[in-house]
């Protein structure tokens, strides 16, 4: 579950319209991570139900990637959903997962922290609470720039090429690049998954 950090009182309706679209790409985008996919409620929040911790991290790094105007906080929650599975509606649900996410999101609010984890491994919660929590904060204030740069990064396009379509030098792609820690970043994502994969070998 989440909802959106307002940073102004006053309602734009493209902003919002915005933030539906961004949720909707990300339902397409992981429709067969997404049992319940995501949907929005009370104006600004939403929830999903997803297949596993490494999936929902996905969903919830991608969600920041495709908010524009807004930024929001989260809460990643492993536990159980007693009624509503089988109605394939968010709202429906009912269980001690809901009970815990709306009790972890209000937490969340009050220390103005952007995610929270509660799974059921401890080293599990503790290792993906301080990584994504370093990430999201890392990321939180990018840019339209620094958001084209890490969507390219290591891909085939040359980092001259992608300075004259961002129309800056390749020096400012590289400075941007230091700035935004990006290639640590990078490096966190992808070590996080390997991570995890490595603790739950060892649960299981």
């Not at 309602?11 to 985008?29: D, L, T």
């Not at 969903?59 to 908010?67: D, G, N, P, R, V």
């Not at 904060?137 to 620094?146: A, C, H, M």
């Not at 995890?196 to 070998?201: A, C, K, L, V």
């Amino acid at each position: 579950m989440g909802d959106v950090i307002k940073s102004s009182k006053k309602f734009r309706p493209k902003e919002w319209e915005s933030f539906e679209h961004s949720i909707e790409a990300v339902n397409i985008k992981f429709k067969s991570s997404l049992p319940i996919p995501i949907t929005i409620y009370s104006g600004d929040s939403f929830g999903a139900v997803c297949n596993d911790v490494v999936s929902a991290i996905e969903i919830i790094l991608a969600i920041q990637e495709t908010q524009k105007h807004q930024r929001s906080r989260f809460v990643l929650i492993e536990d159980e959903i007693t009624y509503g599975m089988d109605k394939k509606n968010f709202l429906t649900l009912e269980g001690p997962a809901l009970w815990k996410s709306e009790e972890k999101l209000t937490a969340i609010k009050k220390k103005k922290q952007l995610f929270l984890a509660d799974l059921q491994n401890d080293l599990l919660t503790k290792t993906v609470n301080t990584i994504v929590n370093l990430i999201l904060s890392l990321r939180n204030d990018w840019g339209e720039q620094e958001w084209i740069i890490y969507k390219n990064y290591n891909a085939d396009i040359k980092q001259k090429d992608l300075a004259k379509e961002l129309g800056i030098t390749q020096q400012y792609v590289s400075k941007i690049i230091r700035q935004s820690r990006l290639r640590m970043i990078k490096d966190a994502e992808e070590n996080l998954k390997n991570i995890i994969d490595g603790i739950n070998s060892c649960i299981h």
